[in-house]
């Protein structure tokens, strides 16, 4: 499944986008950055609540497919931007993390 | 390839939306290399924690890293309080980080067993009150 794949559900939303062909093969967890650096793969989608800018750094360099901010967690303009600028794709929904997992099992 | 290649960067200690930036850089000009994905990843891993310790626990410092043949060597200096006791430092979990610096998702002390788990080689050199250099390599071939 691609990152646009996923967002033909209803309960995903692009904050960006730009890679969408970027393939989603596994699924990470988590809100502790070294946590997520150490643990995720190249190629899971990492879903967190945590929304400050450090999170696109660790995107970018564990090479996560995208990130899905939970719960409704939103980001800012600027954070966006350099979203777009790393190439790093934004994904939001309201459900609980849980809730997304499930899923997102489903569809990959 | 026979001469090492250079790369050199200041890590601004003040900077939070900047933290990250030499490694995404390195990252960038490995791929260009052509290096493999999995040692472009390691290299990324290993150096994005000791630049992240540098401008949490350091007040930033600077970064080296060359390139040869057999592998990516990252240096990485800092003038900050330097560590007490390396040993402990080096256990998972061991974290003196603030509330406000966890707040941000750091702090889960697993910055320095990553950057041992990630590189094939790696030395502390610390003295408290001086400051902290730590070298690792990811073996290329
Ligand atoms: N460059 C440094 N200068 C001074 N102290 C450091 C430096 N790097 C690490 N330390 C000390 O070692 C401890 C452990 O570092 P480590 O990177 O494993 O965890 P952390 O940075 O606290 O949390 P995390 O990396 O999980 O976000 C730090 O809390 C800090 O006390
Ligand atoms: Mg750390």
Redesign the interface.
Known sequence: MTVSDLLKNENFSSVTLPDGDRVIKDVYIG?????V??RAK?DDAWITI?S???????A????TACIILAEGVTVDESIKATAID?EINIISTNLSIYEAAVILNGMI | MSEALKFHFDVDGND??S???A??MV?KNLRQLGLP?EKI?QV??AM??GEINMVIHAGGGVADVSVTEDYVEIVLKDNGPGIKDIEQAMQEGFSTATENIRS????????L??MK??SDFMEIDSTVGVGTTITMRVNIN
Do not use: Q
């Open positions: 809100d502790l950055l070294s946590w650096m150490g190249s945590m400050n800018v450090n999170i696109l750094a660790v970018s360099l564990a090479d790393k | 939070f939306t933290a990250g930036h490694s995404v990252k994905p990843r990324s891993i994005y924690e941000l998702g750091f702090g889960a002390g697993m910055g067993p990553n788990r990630y």
